[in-house]
């Protein structure tokens, strides 16, 4: 059975098959879900049908369009910018300048344009666009404009624009010793690593000491002092030989400052108040060793040995004074 012979079956066109059929749409269509009918597809729903910018839909097909200022591509969906200065130079009195879109007229610099936007005319006055100066303006005494440019500028071949002067660019180098940066209108030095700029002068450098040398020691490149005779530490820092001991401070070459209860070139004489008695030696502050006959904390008190009997009292080393009806 061919049900494509009734051809009000399918909106557009049938195709038979094997115990059945199908509806089929014609292109720029889509089949609807009754199988039967077709509907227009908007192609412009999809990456704007390939166009580069405007996609219109139509029943059963699109086109694309461009903006003023494009063409649309022999491809019908790209735009090309139209160049307006190739056919009678856009219309402009001297320069035309071609933009994606657009045009533009364009004037030498010792000329303005007009309000028709087309047509230069010629600056006469300096205030007029400045008389077409970058920098200064003036006229001179036949009445016409002279044009100057500021301090680390120079005037251009046109006599109107002023281009910057490159100072690093000279033999002097900006008189800079280290570094030379070109900035519009000027110029500035700059140091290696490591150095800093003087603060007395704009061109110079000076080595940087990660501390300062101390003692009037010179920094003489970067992180290295110049040191004094009697001063060989880092960044100058005094030497004391022999080192200072119990925790003195090395303040000048061979002088310890030292803490309480030391004394001595090297801190390493202890100090007892009051001194240790009866020969005894100050071991350490206020800490004396006693001879074998004395004892108490400055050797003060003598011992006797055997110890005095019978109540009997130690006045001296190995002296014992006996009470009454006792000697020995
Ligand atoms: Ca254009
Ligand atoms: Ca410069």
Redesign the pocket.
């Known amino acids: 059975l061919n049900e494509c012979e009734d051809d009000t079956l399918c909106a557009h066109s049938c195709e038979n098959r094997i115990g059945s059929y199908s509806c089929v749409c014609g292109e720029g269509y889509t089949l609807q879900e009754d199988g039967r009918n077709c509907e227009d597809a908007n192609e412009c729903e999809v990456e704007n049908g390939g166009c580069d910018q405007y996609c219109h839909n139509l029943d059963g097909s699109y086109f694309c369009t461009c903006d003023i200022g494009f063409l649309l591509h022999v491809d019908d969906r790209s735009c090309i910018d139209m160049d307006e200065c190739k056919v009678r130079n856009g219309e402009c009195s001297h320069e035309c300048v071609n933009m994606p879109g657009g045009y533009r007229c364009a004037c030498p610099s010792n000329m303005t344009l007009e309000y028709d936007l087309t047509t230069c005319r010629e600056i006469k006055s300096c205030s007029v666009k400045n008389g077409g100066c970058d920098h200064n303006c003036v006229h001179n005494q036949e009445g016409e404009i002279v044009c100057s440019c500021r301090p680390?500028w120079k005037l251009d071949g046109d006599g109107r624009h002023c281009t910057?002067?490159?100072?690093c660019a000279l033999v002097s180098r900006g008189n800079c010793q280290q570094r030379c940066l070109?900035?519009?209108?000027?110029?500035e030095c700059g140091c290696y690593d490591g150095y800093r700029r003087r603060n007395d002068s704009l061109f110079t450098c000076q080595p940087v000491c990660g501390a300062e040398c101390l003692n009037n020691g010179v920094c003489v490149a970067p992180n290295r002092c110049y040191c004094p005779p009697g001063y060989p530490g880092p960044e100058c820092t005094p030497l004391c030989s022999p080192s200072c001991a119990h925790g003195g401070r090395c303040k000048r070459f061979n002088l310890c400052v030292c803490p309480t209860g030391w004394v001595g070139a090297a801190c390493k004489t202890a100090v007892c108040t009051p001194p240790c008695a009866n020969g005894g030696r100050c071991v350490a502050p206020n800490q004396c060793e006693c001879t074998h006959l004395y004892t108490g904390s400055y050797c003060q008190t003598p011992t006797c040995f055997p110890a005095c009997q019978n109540a009997g009292i130690c006045v001296a080393a190995n002296r014992c004074f006996c009470r009454r009806n006792w000697s020995g």
């Open positions: 680390g910057d002067i490159d100072e070109n900035v519009p209108g000027s110029w």
